[in-house]
């Protein structure tokens, strides 16, 4: 459990938060434009990007952490469980799904203008940001690219990505204070390189989670918050792409 935990340094910290990201935006730029001359819409080497190298180094350095540790270090202390009255643990969810879905609203528009004037220099398929940018696509490519949306961004994302951060990384930042859930939001919100224009969105939506999650030490809680924002936010849009 996070009392246990061994600390991480400042600069090692920083490094285990953003170099998968760093794989990742690499992967994305490599294989996207590949992906689209096949028909596929960028969203697709985006997922691609985190099976072939987000999830392998996530999952690979938790597991070899676990091994090198010789017993001191187990998956059941990283996915970690305190007791959690159910009523308090659903309405907790709720309450985040509507607080993603408020920031969103509120954050959408300027956005959208940062992603359109500070971020105009890259590629025009880099940045993801409405539903007609799917609408010359053949339904195809489109229904496998949701396919990929519901195993990766739906589920196995999400679980991966709070084992990591939450569950091993979030217990070793340097101290254990009031900032730890602030300094591992802030860390997450940048790991996501792909879209940074949407920084400010992330960190507000997910520091409630992050601090719940903290607070009574249940990484279940983080599964649902997650999952349950990544389904509701991706179904939506995706009716939208394939109606």
Known sequence: MMERSKQHSIGQSVLLHLLPGVLITIGYVLITPVLIQYGFPALMGLLIAFLALGLPFQVGFVLYQVRRSEGQL???????????PAWQFVALVIGILLWGFLTSGILGIPELYLAENFFSWLPDWFAILSVEQFSGFAKPALVTTFIFVVIVNWFLGPIIEDIYFRGYLLPRLPKNSKWMPMISTALFSLYH???PW???SRLIAFYPI??????RQNLYFNFAAHLSLNIVGGLLLWIQILG
């Not at 187990?74 to 959690?84: A, C, T």
């Open 74 to 84: 187990s998956l059941q202390e990283i996915i970690y469980r305190n007791p959690f």
């Open 210 to 215: 992050t601090f719940v999650t903290w607070k």
């Open 193 to 195: 390189f792909w879209v």
């Open 198 to 200: 949407a920084f400010l």
